[in-house]
């Protein structure tokens, strides 16, 4: 269902029961918190039983509860404050264990990455960024740092690489300005998702260059203008966007580039290693040595 949950139960609100109405009601004002809540506990606090919690579910036409609040969590990544989302976490881990419970969320979220994103989705943006004449690549706010790290190593790997600052959209528009079918232009965002990157890959798309979103949904605005989706799980863990699974498929996308271009790659590095040595850029580690 791609429509806003809001929205479906503001159309079906008056073929509700009286128990669905309350319940209606109550994620209408606070779907933050139901958004993370069990049938159960929903019910509880709204005063009605599991089983109507999950007709509920049913009657707007989701395939159980798991599906209502999946829809409902999607939602409001985009919405959520800050201090909503300090809310929510606050809720969800609590103050104890707090290593092991943003560990393992983030474990999840690799493992749900792997399976929903699409190989041949990922395979064609292979493609297009080992033949691209020009790699832009976008990513504003937390999402900057992905950027600049996939930068960082394509630019080890070739010399046309682009990586687009955001200081403003009219400085984005004036740094490609240039894109065309030759290129290929990767905007990166996670809610709350970038309008700026959004715009930007629109541009690049109606300017017919090779358009690869990686982002976390299909809702998500980049994907709309996109030829290449990479779906990667994001989360919050409080007022922190929690990265990891993007960032370890954006590790992959690298690796993958790489072998497609091995023999320009061990050139270029050994070229690397030798000013590497002669500049003396890396500190050098000696083994311990043990007296026997």
């Given at each position: 269902?791609?429509?806003d949950?809001?929205?479906?139960?503001?159309?079906?609100?008056?073929k509700l029961?009286?128990?669905?109405?309350?319940?209606?009601q109550?994620?209408?004002?606070?779907?933050?918190?139901?958004?993370?809540?069990?049938?159960s506990?929903l019910?509880?606090?709204?005063?009605?039983?599991?089983?109507?919690?999950?007709?509920?579910?049913?009657?707007?036409?989701?395939?159980?509860?798991?599906?209502?609040?999946?829809?409902?969590?999607?939602?409001?990544?985009?919405?959520?404050t800050?201090?909503?989302?300090?809310?929510?976490a606050?809720?969800?881990?609590?103050?104890?264990?707090?290593?092991?419970?943003?560990?393992?969320?983030?474990?999840?979220?690799?493992?749900?990455?792997?399976?929903e994103?699409?190989r041949?989705?990922?395979?064609?943006?292979?493609?297009?960024?080992?033949?691209?004449?020009?790699?832009?690549?976008?990513?504003?706010?937390?999402a900057a740092?992905?950027a600049?790290?996939?930068?960082?190593?394509?630019?080890?790997?070739?010399?046309?690489?682009?990586?687009?600052?955001?200081?403003?959209?009219?400085?984005i528009?004036?740094?490609?300005?240039?894109?065309?079918?030759?290129?290929?232009?990767?905007?990166?965002?996670?809610?709350?998702?970038s309008?700026?990157?959004?715009?930007?890959?629109?541009?690049?798309h109606?300017?017919?260059?090779?358009?690869?979103?990686?982002?976390?949904?299909?809702?998500?605005?980049?994907?709309?203008?996109?030829?290449?989706?990479l779906?990667?799980?994001?989360?919050?863990?409080?007022?922190?966007?929690?990265?990891?699974?993007?960032?370890?498929?954006?590790?992959?996308?690298?690796?993958?580039?790489?072998?497609?271009?091995?023999?320009?790659?061990?050139?270029?590095?050994?070229?690397?290693?030798?000013?590497?040595?002669?500049?003396?850029?890396?500190?050098?580690v000696e083994?311990?040595t043990?007296?026997?």
């Amino acid at each position: 269902m791609n429509h806003d949950i809001l929205s479906i139960i503001s159309k079906r609100v008056d073929k509700l029961s009286k128990g669905q109405k309350r319940i209606a009601q109550y994620v209408t004002e606070h779907y933050d918190k139901a958004a993370f809540m069990t049938a159960s506990k929903l019910g509880e606090i709204v005063g009605i039983s599991e089983s109507t919690v999950v007709r509920f579910a049913f009657e707007l036409g989701y395939d159980g509860y798991p599906g209502l609040q999946k829809a409902l969590q999607e939602m409001i990544r985009n919405r959520l404050t800050a201090v909503q989302r300090i809310e929510v976490a606050s809720e969800q881990i609590g103050n104890e264990e707090v290593l092991d419970k943003v560990l393992n969320l983030d474990i999840e979220k690799i493992r749900h990455t792997l399976e929903e994103t699409s190989r041949r989705h990922f395979n064609g943006a292979v493609e297009s960024i080992a033949n691209a004449r020009n790699i832009y690549i976008l990513g504003s706010r937390s999402a900057a740092t992905l950027a600049r790290f996939l930068a960082y190593y394509f630019n080890l790997m070739f010399a046309n690489v682009k990586l687009v600052h955001t200081t403003s959209t009219g400085e984005i528009f004036e740094q490609i300005m240039r894109v065309n079918a030759q290129d290929v232009m990767i905007g990166i965002s996670f809610p709350r998702y970038s309008k700026r990157t959004a715009t930007a890959l629109n541009f690049a798309h109606h300017k017919g260059a090779k358009v690869i979103a990686i982002t976390d949904s299909v809702s998500s605005p980049l994907v709309k203008e996109s030829d290449y989706f990479l779906q990667a799980r994001s989360d919050m863990a409080s007022f922190v966007d929690s990265l990891v699974a993007p960032l370890s498929l954006i590790n992959a996308l690298i690796v993958a580039v790489g072998l497609k271009k091995t023999g320009e790659i061990t050139q270029t590095f050994q070229q690397l290693e030798s000013i590497w040595d002669e500049y003396e850029i890396y500190e050098k580690v000696e083994e311990p040595t043990h007296d026997k």
